[in-house]
């Protein structure tokens, strides 16, 4: 068996759902998920419910470029951190790095505008998002934030604004993980909640991501019903956490705690393990763009 790719994406978070005002924005986490293209199938299992990975072959052929071997003999192995269906943009990562493994196996070139592109068709014909996930798709791609107007085309003109996002060497980032949601809500359950989508627009304007993703938070929570969401949500702002919100249309919740303040952490772990143990917390970082190479540190497939 051999390897003719390899490619590499990264989790994110949302801080404004791009259903709730036609703007998108998510902001890079450090959930790294590899990528190897193989010439025959790999003894894991691959995990692709919604059979993305061929969409990206297909997007691939119609960007107009060549495969390194027939289409029937490409096989895929996925090693990921990234909790799927949870909103904390799987898919999207799947898609960046599935191009990534394919320009890497036929020694192509592209600008990361262009591969965004590509993941974004693949996303799109798919049929598994709501708004294209250009935003999400940038930030799986590249460190940081980036504004987006979803009914924009073009990849590259569709950025109205991106920003580092909340300094990585202040922040600890801790997700609930509560596992795959159920089903993904309609565009119009998103219209009576606009309010909330409104002050997350206006926040990112400011570049104050953390009110963006507790106010966008309350927004999908709104859209999803998501009672219970909005009650463990509550939980970590009454117990000091400076930001909290239901990420992508669920279910993970992003929480967000200032790296000097260990002990509300520890409360929150606590916390959340003696009331809801379901559950499993993820401990994370934020990416920044100058923290762009620990890319290099994402775990071999």
Same mark, same amino acid.
Request: glycine content about 8%.
């Given at each position: 068996?051999?390897?003719?790719?390899?490619?590499?994406?990264?989790? *994110?978070?949302?801080?404004?759902? *791009?259903?709730?005002?036609?703007?998108? *924005?998510?902001?890079?986490?450090?959930?790294?998920?590899?990528?190897?293209?193989?010439?025959?199938?790999?003894?894991?299992?691959?995990?692709?419910?919604?059979?993305?990975?061929?969409?990206?072959?297909?997007?691939?052929?119609? *960007?107009?470029?060549?495969?390194?071997?027939?289409?029937?003999?490409?096989?895929?192995?996925?090693?990921?951190?990234?909790?799927?269906?949870?909103?904390?943009? &799987?898919?999207?990562?799947?898609?960046?790095?599935?191009?990534?493994? %394919?320009?890497?196996?036929?020694?192509?070139?592209?600008?990361?505008?262009?591969?965004?592109?590509?993941?974004?068709?693949?996303?799109?014909?798919?049929?598994?998002?709501?708004?294209?996930?250009?935003?999400?798709?940038?930030?799986? $791609?590249?460190?940081?934030?980036?504004?987006?107007?979803?009914?924009?085309?073009?990849?590259?003109?569709?950025?109205?604004?991106?920003?580092?996002?909340?300094?990585?060497?202040?922040?600890? /980032?801790?997700?609930?993980?509560?596992?795959?949601?159920?089903?993904?809500?309609?565009?119009?359950?998103?219209?009576?909640?606009?309010?909330?989508?409104?002050?997350?627009?206006? $926040?990112?304007?400011?570049?104050?991501? %953390?009110? $963006?993703?507790?106010?966008?938070?309350?927004?999908?929570?709104?859209?999803?019903?998501?009672?219970?969401?909005?009650?463990?949500?509550?939980?970590? %702002?009454?117990?000091?956490?400076?930001?909290?919100?239901?990420?992508?249309?669920?279910?993970?919740?992003?929480?967000?705690?200032?790296?000097?303040?260990?002990? /509300?952490?520890?409360? %929150?772990?606590?916390?959340?393990?003696?009331?809801?143990?379901?559950?499993?917390?993820?401990?994370?970082?934020?990416?920044?763009?100058?923290?762009?190479?620990?890319?290099?540190?994402?775990?071999? &497939?």
């Amino acid at each position: 068996m051999a390897v003719l790719g390899r490619g590499h994406a990264h989790g *994110a978070c949302s801080l404004l759902h *791009a259903a709730g005002t036609g703007y998108g *924005a998510s902001m890079s986490l450090d959930l790294p998920l590899a990528i190897r293209l193989l010439d025959k199938p790999s003894k894991r299992d691959l995990d692709d419910g919604d059979q993305i990975l061929s969409f990206v072959i297909q997007s691939w052929k119609k *960007a107009g470029h060549k495969l390194p071997i027939p289409e029937e003999d490409i096989n895929w192995a996925v090693q990921s951190r990234i909790p799927i269906a949870q909103g904390l943009k &799987s898919s999207s990562a799947l898609c960046v790095a599935a191009v990534r493994a %394919l320009c890497d196996a036929t020694e192509t070139n592209l600008e990361l505008a262009d591969i965004v592109s590509i993941a974004v068709d693949a996303q799109l014909e798919s049929g598994i998002t709501l708004t294209g996930s250009v935003d999400d798709t940038w930030a799986c $791609a590249t460190p940081g934030w980036k504004l987006i107007d979803a009914n924009q085309p073009d990849v590259r003109q569709g950025i109205l604004l991106e920003g580092s996002g909340p300094k990585r060497d202040d922040w600890d /980032v801790l997700i609930v993980s509560r596992g795959p949601r159920e089903k993904r809500p309609a565009l119009e359950d998103f219209i009576p909640h606009q309010q909330h989508f409104i002050q997350a627009l206006n $926040a990112l304007q400011e570049e104050n991501e %953390l009110v $963006a993703l507790t106010m966008n938070g309350r927004g999908v929570i709104g859209a999803t019903g998501d009672i219970k969401g909005r009650i463990m949500t509550n939980d970590a %702002l009454v117990n000091s956490a400076r930001a909290a919100g239901i990420t992508g249309s669920g279910t993970a919740i992003v929480i967000v705690v200032p790296k000097l303040l260990q002990g /509300v952490l520890e409360r %929150l772990k606590n916390w959340y393990e003696s009331k809801y143990p379901g559950v499993e917390l993820i401990e994370t970082n934020f990416l920044n763009p100058q923290n762009e190479h620990k890319e290099d540190e994402t775990p071999s &497939s």
